[in-house]
């Protein structure tokens, strides 16, 4: 049910848009975007600084053996909180939004209802969860995934990165190897604030939208091995080019979500050559294919696909190719009743809303594992995101951080 409570409660968005530009401030990179990777001395930069405003919001602050971080704020009740958060670590070319917009607006949240001394139900939490973005520690949704029972701890603090480190090793160099045990508390309801990350909102000059569903994740590791040779003496017919081989899984599963059609995409956004040099032929390719897809029989038809295309590659190139999996996650639907919330807030303050799936992976999707959860999106300009020139209007972060807001107030009164 709607809150009744205080509906005409808002925000302050000029707050809300210190936080942001001050968390923007903390490794920031050309084009006015951040890169914060995974658990690094940028990762950790960004971590104190929100732990310190949590505190600064007299929080109870837990850090767990993930790294995750949850800070509530008390009720008048101990029951079950009703959280949100999204992470804080982004990818290489990340944008100030993705993530930290949707901790930043639970953290104006709690300060507003400070400054209007309202005190909830229940308690309210706001967490940041390790590594979301999965760029640097496959897979994504690492932290929350654990949070919620969805990995071992051991598996996840042995997982290595993409540049050799090991979660655990890592956590406790930076400091943030807690001691709050996962599987973390299961929240009375999870709702997760986000930029779009995509074109649509903007397109339909819609201002909310009340996600429904995260689509399914695939993500593959490929090493392809042939033979370095000499690019000048060695015939066309007799060479195995994992440069060639590499480059033919790329326009293979561009082509490949063409025919499949519907939400189906394809990315090959990693690829490196051995010895990457330009008068040899590349003896060793290791590259990532990212397949997703709002169906899962589709998704899995993508994967059939593209391994079988694999098999034939190693033959025609006289190569070798191992697939390692890095991710797979099957499509998510979020909770209907919160669902309908998110819709119902959005129209009572007077907002266009539209119901809607979710192309990026995001913590909600593995929280929707424990209890009841929902997005609530904002626009994305251009629909540009994992790109520093990510951008949301200022008025569109104000109106989702509002949504929230009381969104969060109908569940804490349950
Ligand atoms: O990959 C994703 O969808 C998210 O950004 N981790
Ligand atoms: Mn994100
Ligand atoms: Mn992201």
Redo the contacts with the bound molecule.
Sequence with gaps: MADTAHPELRIDGERLLARIQALHEVSPIDGGGNCRLALTDDDLAGRDLVVTMMRDLGLTVSIDVVGNVVAVRAGHTHTAPVMCGS?ID??RT?GRY??NYGVLAGLEIIETLDTAGVITKRPLAVGFFTD??GARFAP?MLGSLVYVGGLAVEEALDTVAIDGARLGDELSRIGYAGSTPCPGVVPHAFVELHVE?GPVLELEGVTIGAVESVQGISWTELTIVGQSNHAGTTPMRLRHDAGYAAASVAVFVRGLAGELGGNQVATVGACDLHPNLVNVVAGRAVLTVDLRNTSEDGLREAERRLFGFLDELAVTEGVTITKRTLARFEPVIFDPGVVDLVEQTALAQGHTVRRMPSG??HDAQMLARVCPTAMVFVPSAKGL??NPAEHTEPADLEAGANVLLHVMLALAAE
């Design positions: 992470h982004t990818v990340g993705d993530g979301e973005e994504d990350q990026a992976g995101s994992h």
